[in-house]
Nanobody, 124 residues
Framework: QVQLVESGGGLVQPGGSLRLSCAAS????????MGWYRQAPEKQRELVAT???????NYADSVKGRFTISLENGKNTVYLQMNSLKPEDTAVYYC??????????????????WGQGTQVTVSS
């Protein structure tokens, strides 16, 4: 099995910063990509940022220039540095990982796993 554990959410004032972390553990044989999604109340889950194992990154237009995603391969951990936060960034943030894994006698190629979510609230 593969587990994703997120941390770093909380309450911050507009213009402030937060750093989210997500550590992947379990029977991981390789990480293809990790990323962050978010879901605000009564809205669909949306992509925030993705980073591929080669270092290529992709951001939603709404966060470009404010958020930075990074991957620490040796620790299977992805970070999301969020600066200049706005009230519209308020949402539950979910970590996603596409990994190769082996467990229960079976090889899983590029399987997607999700974290439990962490709340980010931007409010004065």
């Amino acid at each position: 099995q593969v587990q994703l554990v997120e941390s770093g959410g909380g309450l911050v004032q507009p213009g402030g910063s937060l750093r989210l972390s997500c550590a992947a553990s379990g029977s991981i044989k390789g990480i293809n990509a990790m990323g962050w999604y978010r879901q605000a109340p009564e809205k669909q889950r949306e992509l925030v940022a993705t980073i591929f194992s080669g270092g290529i990154t992709n951001y939603a237009d709404s966060v470009k220039g404010r958020f930075t995603i990074s991957l620490e391969n040796g620790k299977n951990t992805v970070y999301l540095q969020m600066n200049s936060l706005k009230p519209e960034d308020t949402a539950v943030y979910y970590c996603n990982a596409n990994v190769n894994a082996f467990y229960s006698g079976r090889y899983y190629y590029n399987n997607a796993y999700w974290g439990q979510g962490t709340q980010v609230t931007v409010s004065s």
